[in-house]
């Protein structure tokens, strides 16, 4: 792979890892907005909501993860 096409492979690497550490801190806020659902409400709508959210979230992290690892192996 030419030079070119390596830096433009490693810019959008780093556009991941940014979009991963957004997606980590809107993580973050949901599961403390779950952690803070009173116990009586943790059977509601809103808190199985808030925790498939959250599940949903992480596994767009680790996809992202795994594609950066992905790129990373390019030479």
């Not at 509601?44 to 594609?67: F, G, P, T, V």
Request: proline letters at 1%; aromatic letters at 2%; hydrophobic letters at 25%.
């Amino acid at each position: 792979m030419n030079n070119s096409r390596r830096k433009r492979i490693n810019q959008l690497s780093e556009q991941l890892s940014s979009l991963t550490d957004d997606l980590n801190e809107i993580l973050d806020e949901e599961s403390e907005y779950r952690d803070n659902i009173p116990e009586n409400m943790c059977e509601s709508e809103r808190y199985e909501q808030s925790d498939s959210d959250c599940d949903s979230l992480s596994n767009a992290i680790d996809s992202i993860n795994e594609a950066c690892e992905s790129l990373g192996e390019i030479e």
